[in-house]
């Protein structure tokens, strides 16, 4: 076997070497095709040959089953092969073919769709949640279509720190759940640098790398990898010398980590003595102890919708009371802002059903939250309670016009009044912010200064809108640019405006962690930034060692250049 290397993008830092682990996946946006009427005979004879294969494999499963196991384990495999072995899903995909002349994968996909809208009408909750075995079933026999192996034995708990996750795609709560284990390092095919699983992946603070294309399906199970999360480069089988010098520059990245680690007491104020916020953003309550660690004063962004992710069921008021409060406790005291819940585009429920064309020009956010008032209402109490235990902030994510933002403060209203009615307490001065991500809301800022107390800039979207690149697809990834002089007039114009109307306003997208923009922000009169810790104490350092007179009229320069190769010069004189 000879080493060969695959370049992708890095989205969190550092190096991993460990064994290959190839995560089993099938994704269900299949493709139509045409099959000429002879060929007919043949495509329902190979959704036949995938169904019996997936049986076969669930039997095999079923028989290996050892007496020891958990009953339900047997039961899931049983249940599994009921849902094959129903005519619903292994014989009438066969009359599609037929029909419609159409291939197997699409076929399966038609059928199960028209199943999955019967089950949203069932009103035994039990039955209706068997709406995820369905699916899963099909995900077996549309791998058994692809050719792929069916089942790939979850890793023993004990090697996980030795290995590389290597997935097609992996969803943001796919990722969420990896916070149980501890890999050395998961890489995709797919995703872009700022695409919310590139975002989880930042916050699991382990080697990652996305867009790596074709990389499923060259590396084998159990072969050994180094990811270099910084390069972005994976090397498969590499000889005794590059294996020895990344295991040397593994050990200094290390070494370098823990020695940034003592900053963490540390006030981040520049050498001219202007001290600038750095806050950590999380996805879950217990995300904040890692926050603490790498000297966070507060957390800029809690990304409320992962508690709603991988589920079919949602969260209560309960038991998002009891995230929250537990975030704002253990901060104690420190500002902790909670974003209501940014569902949509890539980030959709177990129960989300709508599927569009334009998912992330769609029903997402805050537009989502106005057509379901009183589930947004659950969240607004749920928050407000919580503010009684903590300093909270609520902070409302991809405001687009002033109604949008009337609405969700009068929602807001209502829920504090039916706190009152109950005699529940709460923070009555607390604070309500908007998500700037929209360029339309960066151009008409004023309608957002005059409504509410604070701003924080989400440049991930505001990138991906205003350059017209989804942030999910790696095709158009290389066009990300938080350099584009559009971006940073828009940039410059939200601090100024914000400023003039003292309205304070903090950064919480991926380019606040980006320790190479971390002078140029606070040039262009960024105070508060808010990131993954992992790249809080390489910020810090950065602002420790910063001028900021002399760093202003640099960055002012870079509002004025346009040429990419000029902009990549003037930011390496700031950084110098
Ligand atoms: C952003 O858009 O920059 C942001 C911080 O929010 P999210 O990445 O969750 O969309
Ligand atoms: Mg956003």
Known sequence: MTSFTIHGIGVSGGIAIGRAHLVSDASLEVKRHVVPPDQVPDEAARFDAAVRTVRTELEELHASVPATAPAEFAAFINLHLMILNDSTLSVAPRKIIEDERCNAEWALKVQMDALLAQFDSIENAYLRERKADVVQVAQRILKALSGQPGYIPPPQSDAEHDLILVAHDLSPA???????????????????????????????????????????????????????????????????????????????????????????????????????????????????????????????????????????????????????????????????????????????????????????????????????????????????????????????????????????????????????????????AIQVGGMIEIPAAALALGLFTKRLDFLSVGTNDLIQYTLAIDRTDEAVAHLYDPLHPAILSLLSGIFKTAGRAGVPVALCGEMAGDVSLTRLLLGLGLRQFSMHSAHLPDVKQRLLKSNLEEIKPLAQKMLRLSDPEKLRKQLDRINA
């Open 174 to 428: 796919d990722v969420v759940q990896f916070k149980q284990h501890r890999f050395a390092s998961f890489i995709t095919d797919l995703g872009g640098t700022t695409s919310h699983t590139a975002v989880v992946a930042r916050s699991l603070n382990i080697p990652s790398i996305v867009a790596l294309r074709h990389a499923r399906k060259l590396i084998r199970e159990n072969e050994l990898l180094i990811v270099d999360g910084t390069q972005g480069v994976v090397i498969v089988d590499p000889g005794q010398q590059v294996l020895a010098e990344y295991q040397l520059r593994q050990h200094q990245f290390d070494i370098e980590r823990q020695k940034l680690k003592r900053l963490r007491g540390t006030r981040a104020t520049t050498l001219d003595g202007v001290t600038v916020e750095l806050h950590a953003n999380i996805e879950l309550p217990g995300d904040v102890v890692e926050a603490r660690e790498n000297g966070a004063t507060g957390i800029g962004l809690f990304r409320s919708e992962f508690l709603f992710l991988g589920r079919n069921d949602l969260p209560d008021e309960d038991e998002q009371f009891e995230a929250y409060r537990k975030a704002a406790q253990e901060m104690g005291g420190l500002p902790v802002t909670i974003r209501t819940y940014d569902l949509g585009a890539d980030k959709q429920t177990g129960d989300a059903q709508r599927i569009t064309t334009n998912p992330a020009l769609g029903l997402r956010a805050i537009r989502l939250c106005l057509t379901e008032p009183h589930r947004f209402l659950v969240q607004l109490r749920a928050m407000l309670r919580a503010s009684h235990y903590g300093k909270i902030n609520i902070l409302i994510p991809m405001l687009m016009n002033a109604s949008e933002t009337d609405q969700a403060l009068q929602l807001l209203e209502r829920a504090k009044r039916s706190l009152d009615e109950e005699g529940i307490p709460y923070d009555h």
